[in-house]
T-cell receptor
Framework: GNSVTQMEGPVTLSEEAFLTINCTYT??????LFWYVQYPGEGLQLLLK?????DKGSNKGFEATYRKETTSFHLEKGSVQVSDSAVYFC???????????FGAGTRLFVKA | GAVVSQHPSWVICKSGTSVKIECRSL??????MFWYRQFPKQSLMLMAT?????????EQGVEKDKFLINHASLTLSTLTVTSAHPEDSSFYIC???????????FGNGTRLTVT
């Protein structure tokens, strides 16, 4: 079945450092891919998405490119801020419908 | 953007009582809503898929008689934890989507503590 694998956390960075959170997927075809972010005590928010292969999603300085050759959707940001501290989830939409498969989540801590 | 409202945001109840959690899509119609459970520092575990006007589809290992789901309209789904026990204490999150393959919109979650 479909699955999403993320790098284990926590990831601890200093402010203004470069961020990469790796995500790879296993799926039939090329399903839409998403990154969601969860701040402490809250639900998840969509961070960015890519609906087809080779698309790049971007938002708030974060980027991720849908790479079918490597079945990856790595999240990157050039300069992180303390306010980026959160848990990040990579996900895919399967079955041509509504069901979403989530990765395990990667916790990011950014120090001032 | 699309908003999903979840209520209450936190609740404390005694063992043996039932708790109802509401999930509303405020500005779009959601034919399908999802209920998740999240343990501390873990990912979301899908509990069930709620379809408007029909019975919910439960994931393997989730007790349907304990976690009652009702999706009576296109904007409201409820999860009732019946005869709650301390092991039911968790963070419950709902989500909804208006169309297939669209991003999910999440409620802010409900922290349930059973004493």
């Amino acid at each position: 079945g479909n699955s999403v694998t993320q790098m284990e956390g926590p990831v601890t960075l200093s402010e203004e450092a470069f961020l990469t959170i790796n995500c790879t997927y296993t799926a039939t075809g090329y399903p839409p891919l998403f990154w969601y972010v969860q701040y402490p005590g809250e639900g998840l928010q969509l961070l960015l998405k890519a609906t087809k292969a080779d698309d790049k999603g971007s938002n708030k300085g974060f980027e991720a490119t849908y790479r079918k050759e490597t079945t990856s959707f790595h999240l990157e940001k050039g300069s992180v801020q303390v306010s980026d501290s959160a848990v990040y989830f990579c996900a895919l939409s399967e079955g041509g419908g509504f069901k979403t498969i989530f990765g395990a989540g990667t916790r990011l801590f950014v120090k001032a | 953007g699309a908003v999903v409202s979840q209520h209450p945001s936190w609740v404390i109840c005694k063992s043996g009582t039932s708790v109802k959690i509401e999930c509303r899509s405020l500005d779009f119609q959601a034919t399908t809503m999802f209920w998740y459970r999240q343990f501390p520092k873990q990912s979301l575990m899908l509990m069930a898929t709620s379809n408007e006007g029909s019975k919910a589809t439960y994931e393997q290992g989730v007790e349907k008689d304990k976690f009652l789901i009702n999706h009576a309209s296109l904007t409201l789904s409820t999860l009732t934890v019946t005869s709650a026990h301390p092991e039911d204490s968790s963070f419950y999150i709902c989500s909804a989507s208006g169309t297939a393959n669209s991003p999910l919109h999440f409620g802010n979650g409900t922290r349930l503590t059973v004493t």
